[in-house]
């Protein structure tokens, strides 16, 4: 059983955290230094259009992402939270591949919604050179494809 998935850690702990840290601190420091006091929406507005920014980007491309996915040979193992979903390559319909997106994005369509949904979402590990298509993902297109026909 190969883990096929990268660490999520940084994209949905650190990263929005330091996002929301940072605009909470930001208003606190320019409320407490006066600088909001004559005109308080050149400094709220844009706090709260990043703020709603950030969210929805973040519930969109990085929250729903497994936190694990491990390979089984036949199938696909994906565990977000206290969920597991095991997924068979039959029931796979199709792969989505957004290779220059960071984190770089597979998404996976399934026929029947387990716990997790029909639609599983999971980050590849880092590599060096983020120019060329993972062959991971290319192995795994094709053992799909395979597991159809037979």
Do not use: C
Request: hydrophobic fraction near 45%; charged fraction near 25%; glycine fraction near 6%.
């Amino acid at each position: 059983m190969n883990k096929i998935s990268g660490s999520t850690f940084y994209f949905k702990k650190l990263f929005p955290t330091v996002w929301f840290g940072f605009l909470g601190f930001f208003l606190i420091m320019s409320l407490s230094s006066g600088a909001a006091e004559s005109s308080p929406i050149f400094i709220v507005a844009p706090l709260i259009i990043m703020a709603v920014f950030g969210y929805f980007l973040f519930k969109k491309m990085v929250w729903d992402l497994a936190d694990d996915v491990f390979d089984k040979g036949n199938e696909l193992i994906f565990r977000k939270g206290g969920k597991e979903q095991r997924v068979s390559l039959r029931d796979i319909i199709n792969i989505d591949y957004a290779h220059m997106s960071s984190p770089e994005r597979v998404v996976v369509h399934v026929r029947t919604e387990g716990s997790i949904g029909k639609e599983l979402a999971f980050n590849l590990p880092v590599r060096f050179n983020p120019f060329a298509k993972n062959p991971l993902v290319q192995e795994l297109i094709e053992r799909v494809d395979r597991a159809k026909s037979t």
